[in-house]
């Protein structure tokens, strides 16, 4: 009875790797993709500095490239902290999860092919020893790279918001102060 379920578990651990590798392909493809939206987005930033320093010296009230916080309260107002907080933190989900998803796929990825590769070892079979441990360690690389990537992107982006927010803050205080 248990080397029925020890067999069934290890075929269908086998059909999970062609699904997890094309997984952590199109991560990887996304985590690039990524890069060049974050370098656009800065580069928006840098450019508009100028059109950001008006905003916080309350002269200007409108939409700026690259800042993502201060667009969403241009659109929707300020309600609350709370409300820009949630808004940032749903810019930064994708990369988020992708960050924390991503090793564990690897791991996955590394670990059903030591099955197979283990049972070619049992058998002499060292070409399939090979074969197994190349996917295993290119599958982990891969995975590393692209929570490596979007930590990286997050990081730096959570950064920027938080920046916004306080700022934002600090001119809604000021401005309640200078009405009051």
């Known amino acids: ?5 020890e067999n069934l578990m290890y075929e269908v651990s086998n059909t ?8 952590i392909v ?16 800065w580069f928006k930033r840098k450019k508009s500095e100028k059109n950001y320093k008006k905003f916080l010296k309350n002269e200007q009230f409108e ?5 993502a916080i201060v667009n969403y309260l241009v659109n929707s107002g300020f309600n609350s ?16 999860i ?10 996955v990825a590394t670990m059903i092919p030591m099955g197979p590769a283990l049972k070619a070892l049992s058998s002499g079979n060292v070409q399939g020893i090979s074969e197994n441990l190349i996917i295993a360690f290119a599958a982990v690389i891969f995975a590393l790279i692209t929570a490596s990537i979007t930590y990286w992107i997050t990081t ?9 927010i306080k700022d934002i803050l600090h001119l809604n205080k000021v401005t309640n102060e200078t009405v009051a």
Do not use: C
């Open 16 to 23: 999970f790797l062609a699904p997890i590798l094309i997984l």
């Open 63 to 67: 939409f700026i490239k690259g800042y």
């Open 81 to 96: 902290l709370e409300d820009l907080e949630v808004h940032a933190y749903k810019k930064l989900q994708n990369t988020s």
């Open 156 to 164: 730096v982006r959570k950064g920027w918001y938080a920046h916004e």
């Open 26 to 41: 199109l991560l990887f493809i996304y985590s690039i993709f990524e890069i060049g939206v974050f370098f656009t987005q």
């Open 1 to 5: 009875m248990i080397s029925l379920l």
């Open 98 to 107: 992708i960050t924390r998803v991503a090793p564990m796929l690897g791991l």
